[in-house]
């Protein structure tokens, strides 16, 4: 009996999947493909709105700054130790480096806000009030300006859809999440406590979107920073933010070095 | 006819490329999406989070992070760890939310319909404390709430596009932290899958009406790794500490003496080691941060999970530099000057 449900469970899905193509084909000659979507138009998620960082992991390295030479959980190499060792805030404050911690691959793990907002049909714009930081991210063909290095860097943008060839006239598809990937880091800290990244980092994220029954809605970013300087192997984590209903809770604060 | 994997294709297309007409359609594509991501095989724990906790385990008294409530922290004050050496106590797993917890690696395996070819269930496999996980695909009713409480506990899954959602119930009141803090046998566990490259994130959503003030988040992050090592351990109890038959080891209500060393260790005010929700959100970090003074250096685990860990003394610490170079060639000349012995280790 069990055998004959899935059997029908599984006609009933391609039986929709026909119906679904039969209504497609009935529209007439497929459109010949078109450029492909703007980011905006292409968005297979809304990621835009208000977010709040949850710290429930690293809630000690994240919420306060550590003691000097804390490095657990993070794969640096002996350069990184090095550097880390010597960490002094006082001397980022006087030479107004106190957004060190800050940067891209800084800020996600800071307890913050996010704002994410279009700034124009190719330009996701993403606020972190801890900092006043911004980062926009940059679709379809976009060409880093190669200037000098950034706080944020250079962020190239695109939606993970697991469909091709689709043009501007389509619809976008339902299901995806968005991937970005962050060059051109003016070096700054990992962890606020010193734990250094170099210009020569990459910071790789995938950014999800995730529902649960009681209305809460998350973004889990899955994030990948790859560092040949100091960093001995890619260092993987995941961050949860929680959708708020407005900004009303919204608190810009400048850079803090300690 | 067979649900072959191009005709999954073929209807994946064409129900990404058209509005679905409702919303058993949008399911439908959903579940073809999600049909087409493999999550089977062997995924390493790389513990670049909470390496503290899922490691070493947490110190006693560390509820940081975690929105609990006064009932959770009079389960987990009165919490002595030598409880587990009990030969009763020794073989109980850790509930199924230990997957994000755990220090473990994760073998996933497909069991499918010999028929149709679909997912039937995933397997997780079980390992030290951690029981096997089934997490079933092929949309059969929840128990009753009343039916027998498993560590494992009941799970349901369907796909969300590419994330796999999981549903678990029917857990055992279990540890969630191994310092004692608790979550009840009401407790509701909601994970979702997400596979990206050779990557898998788990993220687990626990709620719990009993313990725990909001839903506890958490995740973590497995790399795809056919050398990773995913050894059940088999449980055999013994004896390992002589007791008075009928002891088990606890603390009475106030009378833990531990609970303010892990403030003290990190200048931390006794309120944010005691958790809770509003502990979690960014504010309290900022209220926080105006009084803070860390300690002034680093004392204990501070290398742990990276490679510059070293045993000292049978104490893990921080490789002070480079190691000596291996061996040279025999090419290489014999007079070569040798490298400095490594200084003995700062902690």
């Given at each position: 009996m069990r055998t004959l449900g899935r059997i029908l469970h599984g006609a009933a899905v391609l039986c929709a999947a026909a119906l679904t193509f039969s209504s497609l084909a009935a529209q007439g000659p497929a459109a010949p493909p078109g450029p492909p979507p703007t980011g905006k138009a292409g968005a297979p998620v809304d990621l835009t709105g208000n977010w709040v960082s949850i710290v429930t992991?690293?809630?000690?390295?994240?919420?306060?700054?550590?003691?000097?030479?804390d490095y657990a959980s993070v794969p640096i190499n002996m350069d990184a130790k090095k550097v880390a060792d010597v960490w002094d805030p006082a001397k980022d404050e006087a030479a107004g480096e106190a957004c060190k911690g800050y940067g891209a691959p800084g800020v996600m793990r800071q307890p913050t806000r996010l704002r994410?907002?279009?700034?124009?049909?190719?330009?996701?714009?993403?606020?972190?009030?801890?900092g006043t930081q911004t980062r926009l991210f940059h679709f379809g063909d976009w060409k880093a300006p190669g200037g000098a290095a950034t706080w944020q860097g250079d962020t190239t943008a695109q939606w993970e859809t697991g469909a091709r060839g689709r043009g501007a006239n389509q619809p976008p598809p339902m299901f995806g999440n968005l991937k970005t990937v962050t060059k051109n880091l003016r070096p700054g800290y990992l962890r606020k406590n010193g734990v250094p990244y170099s210009d020569k980092t990459t910071l790789t994220e995938y950014w999800d979107l995730v529902r649960q029954p009681n209305g809460d809605q998350w973004i889990v970013i899955t994030t990948v920073v790859e560092d040949p300087t100091y960093l001995a192997r890619t260092w993987i984590t995941s961050l949860n933010f929680k959708k708020e209903p407005n900004g009303s809770k919204w608190d810009p604060s400048p850079c803090a070095a300690r | 006819m067979p649900i072959t994997r191009s005709a999954a294709a073929f209807a994946l297309v064409s129900l990404l490329t058209v509005p679905p007409a409702s919303a058993q359609a949008l399911q439908a594509a959903a579940a073809l999406q999600g049909s087409l991501i493999d999550l089977s095989g062997t995924w390493a724990n790389r513990l670049h989070e909470d390496w503290i906790e899922r490691a070493p385990g947490p110190h006693i008294g560390d509820y940081t992070g975690l929105p609990i409530n006064d009932e959770a922290r009079a389960i987990a004050d009165a919490y002595q760890v030598s409880m587990q050496n009990m030969p009763e106590r020794q073989c109980i797993l850790y509930t199924s939310q230990y997957i994000v917890m755990g220090p473990q690696n994760?073998?996933?395996?497909?069991?499918?319909?010999?028929?149709?070819?679909?997912?039937?269930?995933?397997?997780?496999?079980?390992?030290?404390?951690?029981?096997?996980?089934?997490?079933?695909?092929?949309?059969?009713?929840?128990?009753?709430?009343?039916?027998?409480?498993?560590?494992?506990?009941?799970?349901?899954?369907?796909?969300?596009?590419?994330?796999?959602?999981v549903t678990t119930t029917h857990m055992k009141t279990g540890l969630v932290w191994r310092n004692g803090v608790p979550h009840s046998d009401l407790a509701t566990m909601v994970e979702h899958y997400i596979r990206h490259e050779n990557m898998l994130t788990v993220t687990m959503i626990l709620t719990d009406p009993i313990y725990w003030e909001e839903p506890f988040i958490r995740s973590a992050t497995f790399e795809l790794d056919a050398n990773a090592r995913v050894l059940p351990?088999?449980?055999?109890?013994?004896?390992?500490?002589?007791?008075?038959?009928?002891?088990?080891?606890?603390?009475?209500?106030?009378?833990?003496?531990?609970?303010?060393?892990?403030?003290?260790?990190?200048?931390?005010?006794?309120?944010?080691?005691?958790?809770?929700?509003?502990?979690?959100y960014?504010?309290?970090?900022?209220?926080?941060?105006?009084?803070?003074?860390?300690?002034?250096?680093?004392?204990?685990?501070?290398?742990?999970?990276?490679?510059?860990?070293v045993m000292n003394n049978s104490q893990a610490v921080c490789r002070a530099d480079d190691p000596p170079p291996a061996t040279p060639p025999a090419a290489a000349p014999a007079a070569a000057p040798a490298r400095p012995a490594t200084p003995p280790a700062r902690e």
């Open positions: 992991e690293d809630w000690r390295w994240r919420m306060v700054t550590p003691p000097k030479g994410i907002t279009w700034q124009d049909d190719n330009t996701m714009k993403m606020e972190a009030d801890a | 994760l073998r996933i395996q497909q069991e499918l319909d010999p028929i149709t070819g679909g997912v039937v269930a995933y397997q997780l496999s079980g390992t030290v404390d951690r029981p096997p996980h089934t997490i079933w695909m092929d949309g059969r009713a929840r128990p009753s709430p009343n039916a027998p409480h498993t560590p494992g506990g009941f799970s349901t899954g369907r796909w969300e596009g590419r994330i796999l959602t351990e088999p449980c055999e109890p013994q004896v390992e500490i002589p007791r008075t038959p009928g002891e088990v080891p606890h603390y009475l209500p106030g009378a833990n003496p531990y609970l303010t060393e892990f403030p003290k260790l990190y200048n931390l005010p006794m309120e944010a080691a005691r958790g809770g929700a509003k502990t979690t960014p504010e309290y970090g900022k209220a926080l941060r105006s009084t803070y003074k860390a300690p002034d250096k680093c004392t204990v685990y501070c290398c742990g999970g990276t490679t510059l860990t």
